[in-house]
């Protein structure tokens, strides 16, 4: 089957035409960092109304790419939360509106569930169930994937994401916005060891995730010391990836059962990242899978990926689902959350 995938839940306005035997026969996506870069980060109210704009243009360049119609499409799939939710009812309404008109299927994706399949679009290998390291703007989380829309949560962030880490010390760096990206170039130049920085929770028995002492400990060593910025990004950077290898580790040993290691989410598209697990994946025996650069930040494709992925599992909504700021994969470990983590 043939699924339309649109994507609004932050500041990437996407649509894409993916099928269920993983043809991606168009997608297309409209950023707008020149339009937030002068706030130093997303602006919610700025960021609905430029998906206003580019979302109806986007699903016609995506349909004429593909040469289809809307009535040769089985279903229309969109980012139903956690995001900004202006934003969120924008891509969710537009859906709605298409269901109804071409009298097909809405599929409600959750867009960390978006992330977590993605790297099956890629990879027809990867079974379930897999152990996912989920690394991006807003999120920081190892889980049990256990197959379509079964998410077992092990470990999560006290504080901040890593992408949200990325993004605050690229801008004590001056490095601008949007940070990763900024943050790898940088540490390209500089020694991964030059600075002293902390390995907040490693070695600690659950897996968590803490970046908030590590961006404090950066913005120090930056006014107190006197090493270049190459050098803190560097040295940054590779706390990040120890952090991230420390914890992901812990989890291995958590889900024996797991068929591979695998990452997904915007800092995915890390090289340091990907090789480290890479490596640590190897150590362990284990398969390793990460989507491609660009299906790692937000994108259409792994929404209408994830559409098939449920379409095909027989899990459709109604045309009354509501858009939500707040969804977590997990709803079990959210609540059992209570104090700490
Ligand atoms: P979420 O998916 O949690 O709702 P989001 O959709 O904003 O958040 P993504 O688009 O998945 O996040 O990822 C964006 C994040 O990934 C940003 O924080 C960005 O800095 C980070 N990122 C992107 N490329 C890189 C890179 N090469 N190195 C490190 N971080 C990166
Ligand atoms: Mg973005
Ligand atoms: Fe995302």
């Not at 409209?30 to 206003?52: C, F, K, L, M, N």
């Not at 409600?108 to 978006?114: K, M, T």
């Not at 079974?127 to 703007?137: K, N």
């Not at 480290?276 to 491609?292: G, K, M, V, W, Y």
Request: charged share 15%; hydrophobic share 50%; aromatic share 4%.
């Amino acid at each position: 089957s043939i699924i339309l995938g649109l994507e609004s839940s932050c500041d990437e306005t996407a649509a894409a035409l993916v099928t269920s035997d993983r043809g991606i026969l168009a997608h297309r996506l409209a950023g707008q960092e020149a339009a937030h870069r002068p706030y130093g980060g997303v602006v919610p109210e700025i960021a609905a109304r430029a998906h206003v704009e580019a979302l109806g243009p986007l699903i016609e360049a995506a349909l004429a790419e593909a040469g289809l119609t809307l009535g040769q499409v089985d279903a229309i799939a969109a980012t139903a939360g956690p995001g900004l939710i202006g934003g969120v009812m924008v891509g969710l309404v537009t859906a709605k509106a298409l269901a109804l008109a071409a009298d097909k299927p809405l599929i409600a994706v959750n867009h960390l569930e978006g992330h977590a399949l993605s790297p099956r679009l890629a990879d027809p290998d990867l079974a379930f169930p897999y152990l996912l390291l989920l690394v991006s703007g807003g999120h920081c989380q190892l889980l049990a994937v256990e197959g379509v829309g079964r998410y077992r949560r092990l470990a999560t962030t006290i504080d901040d994401a890593a992408g949200e880490a990325f993004d605050k010390t690229a801008k004590l760096l001056g490095l601008g916005f949007p940070g990763g990206p900024a943050v790898e170039r940088a540490a390209a130049a500089g020694d991964p060891a030059a600075v002293p920085l902390p390995r907040p929770l490693v070695g600690t028995a659950e897996p968590h995730f803490s970046f908030a002492g590590l961006k404090s400990a950066v913005l120090r060593a930056r006014d107190t010391g006197s090493w270049s910025v190459p050098d803190l990004a560097a040295s940054f950077q590779q706390a990040v990836v120890d952090c991230l290898v420390d914890r992901t580790r812990r989890a291995i040993a958590q889900v024996p059962q797991a068929t591979a290691l695998v990452v997904a989410g915007g800092v995915a598209a890390n090289g340091a990242v990907r090789a480290a697990l890479t490596a640590l994946a190897h150590q362990h025996d284990l398969p390793f899978s990460a989507p491609p650069l660009w299906l790692c930040t937000d994108n259409a494709a792994m929404i209408g990926w994830a559409g098939a992925e449920r379409f095909a599992a027989g899990l459709t909504d109604p045309l009354d689902v509501p858009a939500r700021a707040r969804w977590p994969l997990d709803p079990h470990a959210e609540k059992a959350r209570g104090a700490g983590v």
